[in-house]
């Protein structure tokens, strides 16, 4: 076990003269889970079903207010949009090498690992790395934010939402250069996503929310070939049909 969430609750406030006059969100309403070494664990549900409060608790950006959180390993994150996640204004030798500097790697040895890192992900490191994002195509920018957050090679990525702004056909390259980095890097995913043609091509093991409560967890197989969850029947059937 990589990643342990136990009764986790995440609950937001309104904002309102009286802090307790307003209702809580229910972001996250007692949600456990566990996600194993080297696996997939897919989290699919509508917008506002509190994944990305879940991705948010993992990398520490948020604390949760009951419940137990255990992560077994160094984590990172991708987000949905590479367009608002890449600094404008640096190059890509400096958004790929900024998580490095606190480490006090030599300004040589920063270069060496972010040219390594572009190649990683399948982009040529020369005629990148003192380009703008601006300049890059949509699917580019996000494999350079993957090459961001897997350049201090973490045990653990989380992918929120990481190909929902891109074109379908760009969506696939990406997934597909996920699929392969897992294998090489020995990563463990948590992959999330609204959309569950995605969610079936990348996980092991899946995880159904809704209005912040995980309605149903079960295999890959078992989630779209017999789902048990009246919900999760139902968001199938809303699938578009090919
Ligand atoms: N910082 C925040 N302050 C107040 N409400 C929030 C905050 N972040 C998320 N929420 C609310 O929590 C719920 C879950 O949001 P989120 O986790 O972003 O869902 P998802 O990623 O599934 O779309 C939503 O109702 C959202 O409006
Ligand atoms: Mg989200």
Do not use: W
């Amino acid at each position: 076990m990589i990643i342990q969430f136990d009764n986790v609750k995440k609950y937001f406030y309104k904002r309102g003269l009286f802090r307790t006059e307003g209702k809580a969100v229910k972001a996250v309403d007692g949600v456990s889970f566990t996600v194993e070494k080297g696996k997939t664990f897919g989290l699919v549900g509508e917008s506002g079903s509190g994944k990305s409060t879940i991705a948010k608790l993992i990398v520490d950006i948020l604390k949760p207010d009951e419940g137990k959180i255990v992560i077994n390993g160094d984590r990172d994150i991708v987000f949905q949009d590479p367009h608002s996640s890449l600094n404008p204004r640096m190059t890509v030798r400096e958004i790929i090498g900024e998580p490095l500097l606190v480490r006090h790697v030599g300004k040589h040895e920063i270069d060496k690992m972010v040219s390594q890192v572009l190649k990683t992900v399948r982009l040529k490191d020369f005629e990148c790395m003192d380009k703008y994002a601006h300049q890059f195509s949509g699917g580019e920018r996000q494999r350079i934010a993957i090459a961001r957050a897997i350049v201090r090679h973490p045990d653990i990525l989380i992918l929120d939402e990481p190909v929902s702004s891109l074109d379908v056909s760009i969506q696939a390259e990406i997934l597909n250069l996920l699929k392969d980095l897992q294998d090489e890097l020995n990563l463990t995913y948590l992959f999330i996503s609204h959309d569950l043609r995605v969610v079936e091509f990348m996980s092991d093991t899946v995880g159904v929310m809704k209005s912040g409560k995980l309605v149903e967890i079960a295999s890959r197989e078992e989630i779209y070939t017999s789902p048990k969850n009246e919900y999760t029947r139902h968001l199938l059937e809303s699938i578009p049909r090919i």
